[in-house]
């Protein structure tokens, strides 16, 4: 089954960066566009960042355009998040998405604070 595994969370002061990892299996990886969506306390779910299935095309929501880079490995079934200048407003849980199947899969999610 498919399954999508998130890492690389964790607490940094604002300005700095962040890498995460989400580790996917169960599908043919590169058939498919990959997404990271976050989610704030009390606020929806908002998408982050895509990336095509070949890794040649990536789009980022506007508040973090210009910080945030998504890429892919496709040879170790693995997309990433590079994060830089962080904000307390980009405190949230971030989670990996795979449009697989019906309704689509979901990582288990890895929270990221920025504090200082």
């Known amino acids: 089954q498919v399954q999508l595994v998130e890492s ?18 169960g599908f043919t990886f590169s058939n498919y566009a990959m997404s990271w969506y ?11 960042a ?6 040649g095309a990536t789009s980022n ?3 973090v355009k210009g910080r945030f ?11 990433y998040l590079q994060m830089n200048s962080l904000k307390p407003d980009d405190t949230a849980i971030y989670y990996c998405y795979a449009p ?6 979901w990582g ?9």
């Open 50 to 55: 895509t990336i095509s299935g070949a890794g």
């Open 69 to 79: 880079i998504m890429s892919r490995d496709n040879a170790k079934y693995t997309v």
């Open 8 to 25: 690389g969370g964790g607490l940094v002061q604002p300005g700095g960066s962040l890498r995460l990892s989400c580790a996917a299996s």
């Open 38 to 48: 976050r989610q704030a306390p009390g606020k929806k779910r908002e998408l982050v």
């Open 100 to 105: 697989t199947g019906r309704f689509g899969s």
């Open 61 to 63: 929501a506007d508040s």
């Open 108 to 116: 288990q999610g890895t929270q990221v604070t920025v504090s200082s």
